[in-house]
């Protein structure tokens, strides 16, 4: 019976990649990748010699009987993105739809993703948190913006560098001067961290060139109040 395995890839450090996922890339038939390139310097580092296929945002609708066809010619295919777990802003999620509906066999394997470490670095609450991923670049990033900021949980974005300083203006022009963590380079040699608010961050962020990806961190509006209210008995 034919399966497909996704496989998390390290964000960074190529360590990160667990005993079990190194075996099912070993004992794959064949392994879908989001880039190629990527996927076999990974392989070249770890000695696995397989035939990979791109599966990626650009070709996953098109080809989707494509893919369904070669999974269902072997026992074993794994699927891998850049960085990350497959399906998290990422490449996967049709595929897999695709695979249950043609009653193919899925497993996810548990390991990296770069929210989870962002998360519990910041010093935010973690018990419970809203995940958004990327926000849209135009259309409809005001209204999520603003759907955000009415959240009582810690919520957790994407971005990019490019965009970072702005969105961070904005979320101060919409939530308020919230505590807040960003997180960049993770696992990797200039990972950094910045805690504090979000006036902290832009000033911070606008004085310097930003590289990687980044992963933002915002305080939920329950605690928000609760500081605000706090601060305020205090004076």
């Known amino acids: 019976m034919s399966k497909l395995i996704l496989v998390p890839t390290p964000i960074g450090n190529l360590e990160d990649i667990t005993l079990r996922g190194l075996r099912i890339l070993q004992e ?5 990748a989001e880039d190629t390139r990527v996927t076999k310097k990974l392989l070249t580092h770890y000695n ?3 035939l990979v296929l791109a599966c990626h945002q650009h070709n996953e609708h098109q080809q989707l009987d494509y893919f369904i066809r070669t999974i269902s010619s072997y026992q074993m295919v794994a699927m891998v993105t850049d960085a990350g777990t497959p399906g998290i802003s ?8 695709a695979c249950l ?4 066999e899925v497993e996810t394997l548990p390991g990296a993703t770069a929210f989870v470490p962002a998360l519990v670095n910041s010093g935010l609450p973690c018990d419970r948190f809203y995940f958004y991923g990327f926000l849209p670049h135009k259309k409809g990033r005001k ?5 955000l900021s009415v959240l009582e949980e810690t919520f957790i974005l994407y971005e990019s560098p490019f965009r970072l300083v702005k969105t961070l203006e ?3 022009e919409t939530a308020g001067n919230r505590q807040m963590a960003v997180c960049r380079e993770l696992t990797k040699l200039y990972e950094e961290t910045f805690r504090g608010s979000l006036s902290d961050a832009i000033a911070y962020f606008s004085q310097k060139e930003v590289k990687g990806e980044i992963v933002i961190i915002v305080q939920g509006k329950n605690q928000f109040e609760k500081q605000s209210a706090n601060e305020e008995s205090m004076e």
């Not at 794959?28 to 879908?32: C, E, G, L, S």
């Not at 990422?90 to 739809?97: A, E, T, Y």
């Not at 209204?143 to 759907?147: D, F, K, M, N, V």
């Open 170 to 172: 904005q979320l101060l």
């Open 143 to 147: 209204t999520a913006i603003e759907r």
């Open 28 to 32: 794959a038939d064949v392994i879908f």
């Open 101 to 104: 509906d043609a009653q193919i």
């Open 90 to 97: 990422d490449p996967g999620f049709m595929l897999v739809r």
């Open 48 to 50: 696995i010699d397989k």
